[in-house]
């Protein structure tokens, strides 16, 4: 009996595969659980009509996106009519032990459709199904092919998350990002409300929240190494209307929406407004620059008593079961010194500062709970004990999400490595400027929410993910749609379960085709995954340099330009290396059909007498960076002060000291090199500089140098020039600053030595 049947699976399961790879490949994200193509189509027009309750908000939005799509004006009725075509929504499943609320079955005849489901969410999901399945191109009848999809989804918390403090964006693109979610089936919008630099959420019993909290008298331009502030008043809030309307819109898409009011720390735009609530009492402002602050709220009564009122209006606008207390980044630094703080250490019998944080949480625990609600945190709410009912956001790596499982606390995960959605996505060279980090698409897709080292048991208590846009960095609407996409789309499918890592390209697949619909919609997402990396190599006669390039795609599709050409459909199609032996600015793309899909990419080579030639070096470069290679120092290819995860070098401890060979005696009379300092890092110019020429690369003379002083007027852009000399050989040495001097960050420990680019002629 059974072999049997398993015998009819495995048929069945066949003949769905092969129906699959004949027909053109459906751009569905996340992936359904089952998907069975048939035969025929339905042909959709402006006479079909949608077989609904008429109240229900399910059958509306169809119609709309039906409306805005093809211009059809489908009527909703609550009477089967003859001879008509019809999409019918149904609450018709009973068995919500297998159905559950959020799954859904979407069935397309050539006579109907009909999306059924045992609650609206999954009604919602299985129109969402069915939009994506519709071509894009406007018509007058559209035939929508034949399938049968049984879905549902793994994970029950399928999150993105919005900093709205860093920057602010209005209320109309918090709605578009509610969209986007809606798009992907995610049903969880971490709303980050609050924090240093700006506090975003009006409060009736606290105005002066958003009225000194929620602005600043500048931010910071560029990234952070850069140290630059402006003096422009930034800011702005959501009123408690605004919050109404956002949580509405949200409900009505299946979407639920967790505040975050942070507290202890990343407090300083609460304490602005209320200094009392700190521990010394201010005056403070609201933070200019990004990073973690000592001050923070003050665990005294009048401070419970705030965040309870500030809570208390919270509960009231937000269904959400979970409210988010941050609990993230809180400096023990006051606390330790204030004697109110260690007056309730000694009254409450804790051991530590660590314990007063979770004094702290657990007693606003308690007023939240009391009014119905659970908490959700950050996880350095397990430091010093987990309040007893809270829930856990992992952040820092998949250690505190495994740690709060075992203690059976619900865990959200959201891992840096996978669901920092603030991380560059692509090569930071071609990227707009990000916080740091690396996270492709691919990397994303390959997230497994679970971590291994949970039994069967314990996985119970992982929820889901969330993917995580922080907003220093990012300070414009646009600007979230690119960090946040496609990358949600990746992680929309590990959390609805059916990604499956080896099948990328499959993915892939699906979300080129889908980038179709983000075009339509006129969304700024990324075309990271199209990106072409190049590498650059000597050419044969050590001349030049041999530029490679190449995609995960079809690497014949790159087209390139050199200097003022512009780049287009005309320019040159990449086929092999190019070879480079003079200054140049290329401009390369990626195109298919004729249409450019990738960014576009410039890339400025330097070619002197040392470029391409070989180097050695004395003392080996950090593994770190350009994996300590040293050809990056003749390589064409100038490191970026912002961007530095390649083409610099990076030495601890150590001199440079680089000998390149020119082949032959050569006439030079110029060095130029390039040098980083950024304090904040460690990184520090060199002491001293000194040039030396050889013919037989033993005995070298000295030809030029320069002093630490005349580096740090030249800002790191050294150039030494001489009379002109004749060598084969020339050495450079670098001399490392050393120990970190006093009133700089990391005074006493080794400094780094950061140098690109060695250009003689
Ligand atoms: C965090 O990224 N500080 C939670
Ligand atoms: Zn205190």
Redesign the pocket.
């Known amino acids: 009996m059974k072999r049997i049947f398993l015998v009819l699976y495995i048929t069945i399961a066949a003949i769905e595969l092969r129906a699959q790879s004949i027909e053109k490949i459906l751009p569905l994200i996340p992936k359904p659980k089952t998907i069975k193509i048939d035969k025929g189509a339905f042909v959709l027009n402006n006479l079909t009509v949608i077989l609904s309750d008429k109240n229900s908000f399910e059958a509306k939005y169809l119609k709309e996106c039906i409306q805005n799509y093809f211009g059809f004006d489908l009527s909703i009725t609550e009477q089967y009519v003859k001879d008509a075509s019809i999409i019918s929504l149904s609450l018709a499943i009973p068995d919500t032990t297998v159905f559950d609320k959020e799954a859904y079955q979407l069935l397309i005849s050539p006579e109907r459709i009909s999306i059924s489901a045992a609650a609206t969410n999954g009604l919602f999901y299985g129109i969402q199904t069915f939009l994506q399945l519709l071509p894009l191109e406007k018509n007058k009848e559209i035939k929508v092919g034949c399938v049968n999809i049984i879905d549902a989804p793994k994970y029950k918390w399928r999150g993105m998350h919005l900093d709205v403090c860093r920057h602010f964006f209005p209320k109309e693109f918090v709605k578009k990002y509610i969209d986007y979610l809606a798009l992907y089936k995610m049903n969880t919008f971490h709303w980050h409300l609050t924090d240093d630099q700006g506090w975003r959420i009006e409060i009736a019993k606290y105005p002066k929240l958003t009225e000194i909290g929620g602005w600043r008298n500048g931010s910071m331009v560029g990234h952070y190494n850069e140290n630059r502030i402006d003096t422009i008043k930034y800011g702005g809030y959501y009123s408690q209307d605004d919050v109404k309307e956002i949580v509405a819109y949200a409900t009505e898409r299946h979407i639920n929406v967790v505040p975050e009011i942070e507290f202890p720390g ?1 407090a300083m735009a609460a304490i602005s407004a209320y200094p009392k609530y700190s521990c010394t009492g201010g005056p403070f402002e609201v933070a200019t620059t990004w990073g973690v602050f000592d001050d923070v709220f003050c665990p005294k009564e009048e401070t419970f008593t705030f965040l309870e009122g500030v809570l208390s209006e919270v509960i009231e606008l937000f269904p959400s079961q979970y409210i988010h207390i941050g609990g ?2 809180c400096p023990k630094t006051r606390w330790k010194t204030c004697k109110n703080c260690q007056s309730v250490i000694k009254r409450e019998g804790l051991k530590d500062e660590d314990e007063l944080q979770s004094y702290f949480i657990t007693r606003l625990e308690k007023f939240v709970n009391s009014k119905g609600r659970k908490i959700i945190g ?1 996880d350095e709410i397990l430091d010093g004990g987990l309040a007893p009912n809270a829930a856990v ?1 992992s ?2 790596g998949t250690k505190g999400g495994i740690e709060a499982a075992k203690q059976k606390h619900f865990v959200v995960m959201t891992p ?1 490595s996978h669901c ?1 959605f603030d991380h560059y996505q692509g090569e930071p060279k071609n990227e707009p400027i990000a916080i740091g980090g690396f996270t492709t698409v691919e990397k994303v897709y390959s997230y497994q929410p679970t971590p291994k080292e949970l039994s069967a048991d314990e996985s119970k208590y992982i929820l889901g993910a969330q993917g ?1 846009v ?1 907003t220093e960095y990012i300070n414009l609407p646009e600007n979230v749609e690119y960090m946040a996409l496609p990358r949600m789309a990746a992680l929309a499918e590990v959390v609805w379960g059916t990604a499956d890592v080896k099948a990328y390209k499959d993915f892939e697949k699906r979300l080129t085709k889908h980038f179709d619909v983000l075009d339509y919609k006129r969304v700024n997402y990324s075309k990271s995954i199209y990106q072409i990396t190049n590498k650059v190599s000597a050419n044969k006669d050590k001349s030049g340099i041999l530029l490679s390039l190449e995609t995960s795609f079809d690497s014949n599709n790159i087209k390139y330009s050199f200097d003022d050409q512009p780049l287009d459909m005309n320019s040159l199609n990449y086929s092999t290396p190019l070879n480079i032996q003079k200054n140049n600015q290329i401009k390369l793309a990626y195109f298919e059909n004729g249409k450019q899909k990738s960014a576009l990419i410039e890339q400025a080579f330097y070619i002197s007498k040392s470029t391409g030639k070989n180097i050695s070096l004395k003392f080996n470069a950090s593994e770190k960076y350009s994996s300590g290679n040293p050809f990056t120092l003749v390589n064409g290819v100038r490191g970026d002060s912002i961007r530095r995860q390649s083409d610099w070098l990076g030495f601890r401890v150590n001199n440079l000291e680089a000998t390149i060979d020119l082949e032959k005696s050569t006439a030079f009379s110029k060095v130029k090199l390039n040098f980083l300092k950024d304090p904040a890092n460690w990184i520090h110019y060199p002491k001293l500089i000194e040039i030396l020429a050889s013919e037989d690369g033993k005995n070298f003379k000295t030809i030029g140098g320069l002093s630490g002083e005349a580096i740090k007027t030249m800002k790191g852009k050294v150039e030494i020039e001489f009379p002109i000399q004749n060598a084969q050989y020339v050495k450079i040495i670098a001399v490392h600053s050393g120990k970190i001097l006093e009133g700089n960050p990391g005074a006493g420990s080794d400094s780094w030595l950061f140098v690109d680019e060695i250009l003689i002629d």
């Open positions: 990343h993230d980044e950050w956001m952040w820092r840096g920092y995580n922080w």
